[in-house]
């Protein structure tokens, strides 16, 4: 029964989506770390929902940091964030408690906590708890950034509708990522952003969801980050990711699209510019043999349909063994890839905290 990451710093995640609390530990965290408590707000309130096109459930976020905090700094000693839920209708949860709703880990939660899980709004299962993870990435990304380090995400594909694609130029690049970690809906060309709108609106009228891809881009990144074979740097970010509800796949840059191509057209050429060393292509995504070469780290990742609808579905009673019906009840919604940018970016900020103070040691964040 794990639900840790991290091995400099380690990130243990607790609570249910109805329970009193939810919140994380960070174990590992330098000493003298400045706590933005508005920063938090911001980074909260990217992952609440919004409009017609997110669930009715909007809860405040009111986080409050209990321990590892002293005068606004980390003192170096665990940090705990409790966010307290107050917006539960647990009784939407009671008729179908038994049910294993299609998409969802009820029937898997069943088979390995033997009845004992929390069964509301989906227990220790529910994307709820992605707030904790946003509150602890929020504590990083700011280290992060005072290093030169950049993270960003946008809505690369959503319902079948694309976004404009980031740009090859590092300059550019920058200039989009610090656009995109101020918007709440991100994507780069607005026209798009609009029709994904329109498209999540009009799925939720048909009481059904969509889902899409969202892309990642780091930038500022020191080569030589990352270890090669069992840590590397894609493996790392993957393991994380993969722990996001909803995320069903990654890769780095277009892998899918270019594996199929030559080699003499993946491989990414070497020149010196200006002093430093680039390639005159990402094609591997900023990282060889699972270490950094300098260059940004592109990542994409597949988020699947909220699986909560409204149309009815076959599933079964797993403690009476039988076929049944479900409707399901409750608020939620139609897609939740817009609420899952920030928590990408939270992830990848927690990652790459921990693998850089693997490398340069916790006091390079506060030099």
Same mark, same amino acid.
């Given at each position: 029964?794990?639900?840790? #990451?991290?091995?400099?710093?380690?990130?243990? =995640?607790?609570?249910?989506?109805?329970?009193?609390?939810?919140?994380?530990?960070?174990?590992?965290? $330098?000493?003298?770390?400045?706590?933005?408590?508005?920063?938090?707000?911001?980074? =909260?309130?990217?992952?609440? /929902?919004?409009? %017609?096109?997110? +669930?009715?459930?909007?809860?405040?976020?009111?986080?409050?940091?209990?321990?590892?905090?002293?005068?606004?700094?980390?003192?170096? +000693?665990?940090?705990?964030?409790?966010?307290?839920?107050?917006?539960?209708?647990?009784?939407?949860?009671?008729?179908?408690?038994?049910?294993?709703? /299609?998409?969802?880990?009820?029937? @898997? $939660?069943?088979?390995?906590?033997?009845?004992?899980?929390?069964?509301?709004?989906?227990?220790?299962?529910?994307?709820?708890?992605?707030?904790?993870?946003?509150? *602890?990435?929020?504590?990083?990304? %700011?280290?992060?950034?005072?290093?030169?380090? +950049?993270? *960003?995400?946008?809505? %690369?594909?959503?319902?079948?509708?694309?976004?404009?694609?980031?740009?090859?130029?590092?300059?550019?690049?920058?200039?989009?990522?610090?656009?995109?970690?101020?918007?709440?809906? *991100?994507?780069?060309? *607005?026209?798009?952003?609009?029709?994904? %709108?329109?498209?999540?609106?009009?799925? $939720?009228?048909?009481?059904?969801?969509?889902?899409?891809?969202?892309? +990642? $881009?780091?930038?500022g990144l020191p080569a030589g980050t990352g270890e090669p074979w069992f840590d590397s740097l894609e493996g790392l970010l993957s393991h994380a990711l993969f722990s996001?509800?909803?995320?069903?796949?990654?890769?780095?840059?277009?892998?899918?699209?270019?594996?199929?191509?030559?080699?003499?057209?993946?491989?990414?050429?070497?020149?010196?510019?200006?002093?430093?060393?680039? @390639?005159?292509?990402?094609?591997?995504?900023? #990282?060889?043999?699972?270490?950094?070469?300098?260059?940004?780290?592109?990542?994409?990742?597949?988020? !699947?349909?909220?699986?909560?609808?409204? !149309?009815?579905?076959?599933?079964?009673?797993? !403690?009476?063994?039988?076929?049944?019906?479900?409707? #399901?009840?409750?608020?939620?919604?139609?897609?939740?890839?817009?609420?899952?940018?920030?928590?990408?970016?939270?992830? @990848?900020?927690?990652?790459?905290?921990?693998?850089?103070?693997?490398?340069?040691?916790?006091?390079?964040?506060?030099?």
């Amino acid at each position: 029964m794990k639900n840790s #990451i991290g091995n400099n710093m380690q990130v243990t =995640l607790f609570g249910e989506s109805h329970g009193p609390f939810i919140g994380c530990v960070m174990d590992g965290l $330098a000493p003298g770390l400045k706590i933005d408590r508005e920063f938090i707000k911001h980074q =909260l309130m990217l992952r609440r /929902p919004s409009g %017609k096109i997110s +669930t009715s459930r909007v809860e405040q976020d009111e986080f409050q940091i209990v321990s590892g905090e002293f005068n606004g700094f980390t003192t170096g +000693t665990p940090l705990c964030v409790l966010i307290p839920n107050n917006a539960m209708n647990s009784k939407d949860y009671l008729k179908t408690k038994n049910l294993a709703r /299609p998409g969802h880990a009820d029937f @898997t $939660a069943e088979c390995k906590y033997h009845g004992f899980q929390d069964y509301r709004g989906g227990g220790h299962f529910s994307g709820r708890i992605t707030a904790a993870l946003v509150a *602890a990435g929020a504590v990083v990304l %700011k280290a992060l950034s005072d290093k030169g380090i +950049t993270i *960003a995400t946008h809505i %690369k594909s959503c319902g079948g509708i694309n976004d404009d694609a980031f740009s090859a130029s590092e300059d550019e690049l920058e200039n989009q990522l610090k656009k995109l970690n101020e918007l709440e809906f *991100a994507v780069l060309n *607005a026209s798009a952003g609009q029709k994904m %709108k329109e498209k999540i609106e009009q799925l $939720a009228k048909e009481e059904d969801s969509t889902g899409g891809v969202l892309e +990642t $881009a780091v930038t500022g990144l020191p080569a030589g980050t990352g270890e090669p074979w069992f840590d590397s740097l894609e493996g790392l970010l993957s393991h994380a990711l993969f722990s996001i509800p909803a995320v069903k796949g990654v890769q780095f840059s277009d892998a899918f699209e270019k594996v199929n191509g030559r080699g003499s057209e993946y491989n990414d050429a070497f020149k010196v510019s200006d002093g430093k060393i680039i @390639t005159l292509s990402n094609n591997n995504a900023g #990282i060889n043999g699972g270490i950094t070469n300098g260059m940004p780290v592109l990542f994409s990742c597949a988020v !699947k349909p909220t699986p909560s609808i409204y !149309k009815e579905q076959q599933t079964v009673d797993f !403690k009476n063994l039988k076929d049944e019906k479900l409707i #399901i009840e409750g608020r939620h919604d139609p897609a939740i890839i817009h609420r899952a940018r920030v928590v990408v970016d939270s992830v @990848t900020a927690l990652v790459l905290y921990d693998v850089l103070c693997g490398r340069f040691g916790t006091d390079w964040f506060v030099e």
